[in-house]
């Protein structure tokens, strides 16, 4: 059985930093590859930062420069490290995977249908506030 458990999320001042966590169980991180999403209310799910087999990395322009997607293969996890957060950044944000290749690219050039991908955590929420 396949689980991604997502954690770190929480409040933070505009600028602030946090470090969320993806915890894969039944798949292989490494070998499939791990994408991040987030959803806000009012708006659609969008893809914000994807690593592939090969450890390309892929992020949606508005969190280029700020948002680093990696992956510890030896534990299973991924991490998104966010940094230089924004008010524009609040969302629930989860974690992603599929059984088979999956386009990075695609993935975070706009919304993203829940179809997309085979197996997805349960979310973290991400608050940014003063």
């Known amino acids: 059985q396949v689980q991604l458990v997502e954690s770190g999320g929480g409040l933070v001042q505009p600028g602030g930093s946090l470090r969320l966590s993806c915890a894969a169980s039944g798949v292989s991180l490494g070998y499939h590859g791990i994408a991040w999403f987030r959803h806000a209310p009012g708006n659609k799910r969008e893809g914000v930062a994807c690593?592939?087999?090969?450890?390309?990395?892929h992020y949606t322009n508005s969190v280029k420069g700020r948002f680093t997607i990696s992956r510890d293969n030896a534990n299973n996890t991924s991490y998104l490290h966010m940094n230089n957060l924004k008010p524009e950044d609040p969302a629930v944000y989860y974690c992603?995977?599929?059984?088979?290749?999956?386009?990075?690219?695609?993935?975070?050039?706009?919304?993203?249908?829940?179809?997309?991908?085979?197996?997805w955590g349960k979310g973290t929420s991400v608050t940014v506030s003063s």
């Open positions: 992603a995977t599929k059984e088979s290749p999956f386009p990075c690219q695609v993935l975070v050039a706009g919304p993203v249908h829940y179809g997309a991908m085979d197996y």
């Open positions: 690593i592939h087999r090969d450890d390309n990395t």
